[in-house]
């Protein structure tokens, strides 16, 4: 089983950053391909980021991309989301997720196995 804790949300200007963090409680994090979303008031849950077992391949949503950066640190068991400027669009609750499939497909939600609780992030106008 594993358990994912995200952390770093809160409360951020227009045009602002703030980096998330999910630590995996598995000793073998490495094994599993990582992913963000993201839920925002009244709206179905969206594909933000994802990240292979390696951290060599990266891939975001259009609306994120040149913006978000993920990453993660194998030997610290956690995966980051570094997001710089935000925009009130960016305001949602963020999850991080891990899948244990073979063959998977990296922006489905339906493909990721385990989710953490999830994290509120508010970007003001």
């Known amino acids: 089983q594993v358990q994912l804790v995200e952390s770093g949300g809160g409360l951020v200007q227009a045009g602002g950053s703030l980096r998330l963090s999910c630590a995996a409680s598995?000793?073998?994090?490495?094994?599993?391909?990582m992913a963000w979303f993201r839920q925002a008031p009244g709206k179905e849950r969206e594909f933000v980021a994802h990240?292979?077992?390696?951290?060599?391949?990266?891939d975001y949503a259009d609306s994120v991309k040149g913006r978000f950066t993920i990453s993660r640190d194998n030997a610290k068991t956690t995966v980051y989301l570094q997001m710089n400027s935000l925009k009130p669009e960016d305001t949602a609750v963020y999850y991080c997720?891990?899948?244990?499939?073979?063959?998977?497909?990296?922006?489905?939600?339906?493909?990721?196995?385990?989710w953490g609780q999830g994290t509120q992030v508010t970007v003001s106008s």
């Open positions: 997720a891990a899948t244990s499939r073979a063959g998977y497909s990296p922006r489905i939600m339906g493909q990721y196995d385990y």
């Open positions: 598995v000793r073998t994090f490495s094994l599993y391909p």
């Open positions: 990240i292979t077992w390696s951290g060599v391949s990266t």
